[in-house]
């Protein structure tokens, strides 16, 4: 069983960046494939980026695109989802999360490990 504990979350304005990072207990991490969702009050959980077990490949909303970076380090069994130019919208639990897909996903129900999430939080 693979544990992800998330970490970088926080509060920042308008504009401004945050990386979160997300380290995973099992040595055979590399063999997941990695993505980040996410979940806002009172919506549904979506898919935020993915990136397939060798990260050759990655994928991401399109709300994202260009802002926001998936990148992994598998010699430290470790996800990171760097945030650029955040919007007031982009506030949410974010989740790491490892699928068996080894290629990547976009949909949740294909991940079966989750972290406990990190709230972030742009403020106007």
């Known amino acids: 069983q693979v544990q992800l504990v998330e970490s970088g979350g926080g509060l920042v304005q308008a504009g401004g960046s945050l990386r979160l990072s997300c380290a995973a207990s099992?040595?055979?991490?590399?063999?997941?494939?990695m993505g980040w969702l996410r979940q806002a009050p009172g919506k549904e959980r979506e898919f935020v980026a993915a990136m397939s077990w060798s990260g050759g490949s990655t994928y991401y909303t399109d709300s994202v695109k260009g802002r926001f970076t998936i990148s992994r380090d598998n010699a430290k069994n470790t996800v990171y989802l760097q945030m650029n130019s955040l919007k007031p919208e982009d506030t949410a639990v974010y989740y790491c999360?490892?699928?068996?897909?080894?290629?990547?996903?976009?949909?949740?129900?294909?991940?079966?490990?989750w972290g406990q999430g990190a709230q972030v939080t742009v403020s106007s």
């Open positions: 999360a490892a699928s068996g897909v080894l290629a990547g996903t976009r949909l949740p129900y294909e991940y079966h490990y």
């Open positions: 099992e040595r055979t991490f590399s063999r997941y494939a």
